[in-house]
């Protein structure tokens, strides 16, 4: 049987591919692995049956075969694992995909997300014009050094891997803040990731789940 990835029924970003099931959805195009979606409305991701596969009541999750996995990051490190076409060959060039992929995660994201949080969760509050723009200073640190290593290469490496998947879907959450200017070359390299056939698939999948989720 096809593994079964968990999403939202309907995804809060409304169908833009900001949600962590679309690292999940592009990893499994990226291998040619099928698989099938089961879908959970928040309400559902705080009950006992996906808190089984989630103790955090969060989504992505991913049933393959007797394996139920949670975490984005863990997911796609899974299926990089499993099948050719995520990760290089070599052992050395294996290593430091997987360290682009840490990176990605927990260096690059953790910034972004918290700006993100401030934009909302501290709408009108007197502190949050200073707050929001401490976060963006963080923020265009880790931009900048992030569009020097990128400055004369495509990928992270030598050649695409799961870093570049994990680092592509990060950088899309701050599209529309004006902050990827900070990093000149990061721009056209979300782009050569969004020009990947096995990214459009995935993305085209989530969008379609959501607008049939969608009321008419």
Known sequence: MPPILTVFERSPDRGRGLARDMRVRWALEEVGQRYDVRTVSFEAMKQAPHRARSPFGQI???????LVLFESGAIVLHIAQRHAGLLPAGSDARSRAVMWMFAALNTVEPPIVEREAATWSERGKPWQ?????????????????????????????????????LMVTVLRRLEGSGLLEAGPSLPDYIARGEARPAYRRAFEAQRTLFESASPP
């Open 129 to 165: 014009a200073e707050h929001l723009a401490m976060l963006d200073a963080r923020v265009r640190v880790r931009l900048d050094e992030l569009s020097r290593h990128l400055a004369d290469r495509d990928w992270l490496e030598r050649e695409f891997s799961a870093g570049d998947l």
């Open 60 to 66: 992505p999750t991913l049933d393959d075969g007797d």
